[in-house]
Structures are given as structure tokens and as C-alpha cells.
């Protein structure tokens, strides 16, 4: 699993050109291939990482997200349940049946490139490509 960047120039705000393209495809794919499993007869099939599991994930992103830009104000108070995720992964990782390690590394990654407002929005649109990508790939 490749690390994601988001930004091209971090000081000048430029984002990776192919960020919610060829990298969140890139991603997607070593995602879904992490949480597959081969049968005896030889077929693959997804064992963890499952969509309904990565949604919550992603929804919870989306829903903080939206929370900073209703109320800006509110970033000090959003940016902990920001980091938070990485608690939340880690559990779904240790239930041992949910979300793979590399899902937790992909989360991480993300995680520690936010530290203002506009780095959430680029997570939250990496997040979206990422589980369009996703459902070619499950």
C-alpha cells in the first residue's frame, strides 16, 4: 500500500492532480485485494474491508465534513473525532473480521495530512473517489 498525499505543494495549497483519480483507484484496488481471501476451490472472495464497513467510515468523514463548514467555529471541537477514527479502525481492525490492517495504515495516512478545515474537505473528496473506485473492485 502505497502513502497517500494529498497536496502536490502543501505550503500553496495545490492538491495532487491525480488524487481522486489514478491514486484513490490505486488505493481502492490494494484495499479490496487486502480483505480477500482464496477458497479451496480456488476463488477469490472479500473477507473484510467490506463496503458496509468502509462506508461508516466514510460517512462518519462526510459527517464531520459538513459540520466544519455549517460552523467553522467549530473545527478545535471536530479535529479530536478527526483523530478518532484512527481508534475506530484500530477496533474494527481487532475484531479481526472487519477492516484489514492496510485499511487502518490508508485511514491513518489520511488522518495525519489534516490539520485545517480545507485538509478535511480534501480527505472527505479522496474518501468519496476512493469508495467509487471501491465498488469497481469489491
Known amino acids: 500500500m502505497n502513502k497517500i498525499a494529498f497536496y502536490k505543494d502543501k505550503t500553496k495549497g495545490i492538491i495532487d492532480p491525480k488524487l481522486f483519480s489514478d ?25 473484510h ?18 459540520n466544519v463548514k455549517s460552523n467553522p467555529d467549530d473545527w478545535e471541537t471536530v479535529l479530536p473525532f478527526i483523530n478518532m477514527l484512527i481508534a475506530k479502525a484500530a477496533y474494527a481492525n481487532g475484531r479481526n473480521t ?22 478535511l474537505d480534501v480527505f472527505a473528496n479522496f474518501f468519496e473517489s476512493f469508495m467509487g473506485f471501491y465498488r469497481k473492485y469489491e
Open 23 to 47: 491514486i484513490a483507484e490505486q488505493a481502492a484496488s490494494d484495499i479490496a485485494k487486502s480483505g480477500q481471501t482464496t477458497t479451496r476451490d480456488g476463488r477469490t472472495r472479500l473477507d
Open 49 to 66: 474491508n467490506k463496503r458496509t464497513q468502509i462506508r461508516k467510515f466514510y460517512d462518519e468523514v462526510v459527517r464531520l465534513n459538513g
Open 98 to 119: 472487519l477492516v484489514t490492517d492496510d485499511f487502518v495504515a490508508l485511514l491513518k495516512d489520511c488522518v495525519s495530512q489534516v490539520q485545517k478545515p480545507a485538509d
